[in-house]
Nanobody
Framework: QVQLQESGGGLVQAGGSLRLSCAAS????????MGWFRQAPGNEREFVAG????????YYADSVKGRFTISRDNAKNTVYLQMNSLRPEDTAVYYC???????????????????WGQGTQVTVSS
């Protein structure tokens, strides 16, 4: 089992950048596919980005492609989400998610993930 803790959220102006971090406990982090999701008030939790356990495979929602970058450092048990060119519609609570897997792929569906962090608020002002 792994525990996840997000950090790095905050208030930023449109066009600005933030980097979210997700620190994971556990010794097998390097065999966990990881993802970032977000949920705005009144909306469903939606997929943002996913990464394979090696880091070689990544996938993004169309709404963030070209602006956000997911990465991981298995030596530090941490996954990151670099968010550039932020827009007011990116405002949401951002959640880190993980699942152990013997396969080297990434996952995009909420139900694919077993473990979730508590979330970190990102607010983008216009």
């Amino acid at each position: 089992q792994v525990q996840l803790q997000e950090s790095g959220g905050g208030l930023v102006q449109a066009g600005g950048s933030l980097r979210l971090s997700c620190a994971a406990s556990g010794r097998t982090f390097s065999r966990y596919a990881m993802g970032w999701f977000r949920q705005a008030p009144g909306n469903e939790r939606e997929f943002v980005a996913g990464i394979s356990w090696s880091g070689s495979g990544t996938y993004y929602a169309d709404s963030v492609k070209g602006r956000f970058t997911i990465s991981r450092d298995n030596a530090k048990n941490t996954v990151y989400l670099q968010m550039n060119s932020l827009r007011p519609e990116d405002t949401a609570v951002y959640y880190c998610a993980g699942r152990n897997t013997p396969y080297g792929g990434y996952y995009t569906r909420r139900n694919d993930y077993y473990y979730w962090g508590q979330g970190t608020q990102v607010t983008v002002s216009s």
